[in-house]
C-alpha cells in the first residue's frame, strides 16, 4: 500500500521540482532517491517491520508474490534509471515530466499486482497506459514517435472499452466486483460470465501484446524513443501479465480447462508471429520490438497452466527478462546505427559493450547457464504438468527460431568487418550494465534465492 501511495506522490515530487530546479542533471538524483524509497518501503511491508494501516475496502490484497514482483519491477526500474537518465535529455527539455510519468506507471504497477476488484485492476491497468501515451509521443521532433502515440492512444482506447466490456457483463452475472465473488464455475458457466471472460481475455492480451492482438506493438516501439521503449517492453509487459495471472486464477481458474484451448491458440500465434517476423527485421531496434511479442509468448504459459511451476516461472521470467531486455535495449541506445549492419565490429571497438550484449542476447535465447534457459523452462514444466504436450514442443521450435535472430547480432558484433559507430559511455553506465549481466548469470545458477521469497 505505501508503495502505490508514495510511487504516485514522488511524480508529483517529480513535477514541481522541474518548475523550481532548473538543473536538469538533478532530476536523476532526486529520481534515484525516489526509486531507492520505494524499494524499502516494498521490503518493510514484505517482512512486516511496518505497514501502512489504510481501509481499502478488501479492494487491495497484498501477497507475497505481489511484493516479490515489486521488488523485480523497482530494482529494474532502478537499473533503468542508472542506464538510461542521460538519454533522458536528448529526448526533450522535460526532463522531471518524464520521470514523473515514469512514477505514476509504478504506481499502477504497485495496484496491477495487488488488486482484488474489478475496478481497481482496471484502475491499475489506466494508471500504467495513459502515461505511455505521453512518453511515446515525447520526441516531438520527430514524426515516428507522434504517429506511434497516436496509434498506440487510439488503440489503446479501443481495448479499454472492450475492457470495461467485459467488467460490465461480469458484474451483470454477478452483481459483485469483487475477484472471489465472481468465482465463475461454482453454479455453472453462465453465457454471460463467458462473454465477460472473452472480453477481459482479449482486452489483457492486447496489453501484453499477445497475438492476433500485437498489431500496434511494432509500429510504437520503433516509434517511440528508445529509452521510453525499453521500459514499455519490459516492466510494463510484466506488470501486465501479472494482473493477467492473477485475474484468470482467482476468477475464472475454476473453468481453467474451458478456456484453457483458447488461450492456447493465442499462445502458439504469439510464438509463431513474434519468432518468424523478426527473423526477417534489418533494424535491431525494431526486431527487438517483435521479440518482445515472441517473449510474450512464453509468458502466457504462465496463465495457460495455471499451477506452481507457472507461477514461479512467471516471476522468474520477468527478472530474467526484464534485466536482458533493459540491458540490451541500453547498449543499443550507445549505437549510432540500429541496423544489425551497424553493430558489425562492435567486439573490437567496444569489446565490453559486445560481451554485455552477448551475454543479454543468450538470455533471451535462453541458452543454458543464463536466467532466460530457467525461466523458459519453468514455464515449459508448468505447460507440460497440464498433460498437453504440443504446445510445449511447438515453443520449443520456435525457440530454436529465436536463435537465428538473436545470434545474427552476435555474429555481426564478432565475425563481420567494419566499425560500429558508438556514443562514449561513462563509468556508471559500464558498472551498472556489468551488475546486471552478473544477475543474469547469478539467476540462472541460482534461481531458489529469488523464488524462496514467495513464501516467505
Known amino acids: 500500500m505505501t508503495a502505490i501511495i508514495l510511487a504516485a506522490i514522488w511524480g508529483v515530487v517529480m513535477m514541481y521540482s522541474g518548475i523550481v530546479i532548473k538543473n536538469k542533471s538533478t532530476a536523476k538524483t532526486i529520481a534515484l532517491l525516489g526509486i531507492l524509497a520505494l524499494l524499502v518501503v516494498n521490503h518493510l511491508e514484505y517482512t512486516n517491520l511496518w505497514y501502512m494501516q489504510a481501509d481499502v475496502k478488501n479492494m487491495l490484497k497484498f501477497t507475497s508474490f505481489g511484493y516479490v514482483f515489486n521488488y523485480i519491477a523497482f530494482g529494474s526500474t532502478l537499473i533503468f534509471f542508472l542506464l538510461n537518465a542521460g538519454e533522458f535529455e536528448l529526448v526533450g527539455k522535460d526532463?522531471?515530466?518524464?520521470?514523473?510519468?515514469?512514477?505514476?506507471?509504478?504506481?499502477?504497477?504497485?495496484?496491477?499486482?495487488?488488486?482484488?476488484?474489478?475496478?481497481?485492476?482496471?484502475?491499475?491497468?489506466?494508471?500504467?497506459s495513459i502515461p505511455l501515451y505521453i512518453l511515446a509521443g515525447s520526441d516531438k521532433r520527430n514524426l515516428k514517435s507522434n504517429e506511434a502515440s497516436l496509434k498506440y492512444f487510439l488503440m489503446g482506447s479501443f481495448s479499454t472499452g472492450i475492457m470495461l466490456m467485459g467488467i460490465a457483463f461480469l458484474y451483470g452475472a454477478t452483481g459483485s466486483f469483487y475477484i472471489e465473488d465472481i468465482n465463475v464455475g461454482a453454479d455453472g458457466f453462465q453465457p454471460m460470465l463467458a462473454i465477460g471472460l472473452v472480453f477481459l481475455l482479449i482486452a489483457i492480451s492486447f496489453k501484453v501484446s499477445a497475438a492476433p492482438f500485437h498489431f500496434w506493438t511494432p509500429d510504437v516501439y520503433d516509434g517511440s524513443p528508445t529509452v521510453f521503449t525499453s521500459f514499455m517492453a519490459t516492466i510494463v509487459k510484466v506488470a501486465s501479465f501479472i494482473a493477467f495471472l492473477r485475474l484468470f486464477d482467482n476468477a475464472f481458474g475454476k473453468v481453467h480447462e474451458q478456456w484453457q484451448l483458447l488461450l492456447a491458440l493465442i499462445t502458439a500465434a504469439t510464438l509463431f508471429i513474434g519468432n518468424i517476423t523478426a527473423v526477417f527485421q534489418q533494424s535491431v531496434k525494431r526486431m527487438l520490438s517483435y521479440s518482445s511479442i515472441a517473449q510474450a509468448g512464453f509468458m502466457l504459459f504462465s496463465v495457460y497452466a495455471l499451477n506452481t511451476f507457472a507461477k514461479e516461472g512467471l516471476i522468474l521470467y520477468s527478472a530474467a527478462y526484464s534485466l536482458a531486455s533493459i540491458g540490451s535495449f541500453a547498449v543499443l541506445i550507445k549505437v549510432k546505427d540500429y541496423s544489425i549492419e551497424g553493430f558489425n565490429g562492435l567486439a573490437k571497438k567496444q569489446p565490453f559493450l559486445a560481451l554485455m550484449n552477448t551475454i543479454f542476447l543468450l538470455s533471451l535465447t535462453g541458452i543454458p547457464l543464463t536466467a532466460g534457459f530457467l525461466a523458459k523452462y519453468y514455464m515449459l514444466i508448468g505447460a507440460v504438468k497440464t498433460g498437453h504436450f504440443w504446445l510445449p514442443v511447438f515453443a520449443v521450435l520456435?525457440?530454436?527460431v529465436s536463435a537465428y535472430y538473436y545470434f545474427r547480432v552476435i555474429q555481426a558484433m564478432y565475425f563481420k568487418e567494419g566499425e560500429a559507430d558508438t556514443k562514449p559511455t561513462s563509468r556508471t553506465f559500464r558498472i551498472t550494465l556489468l551488475v546486471t549481466a552478473l544477475l543474469i548469470i547469478i539467476l540462472g545458477f541460482l534461481p531458489n534465492g529469488l523464488l524462496k521469497a514467495l513464501y516467505f
Not at 100 to 117: D, P, R
Request: aromatic fraction near 18%; proline fraction near 0%.
Open 95 to 128: 526532463v522531471y515530466e518524464y520521470y514523473a510519468l515514469l512514477f505514476f506507471i509504478l504506481c499502477g504497477v504497485g495496484i496491477a499486482s495487488s488488486f482484488n476488484t474489478l475496478l481497481m485492476l482496471f484502475l491499475g491497468i489506466e494508471i500504467i
Open 398 to 400: 520456435m525457440a530454436a
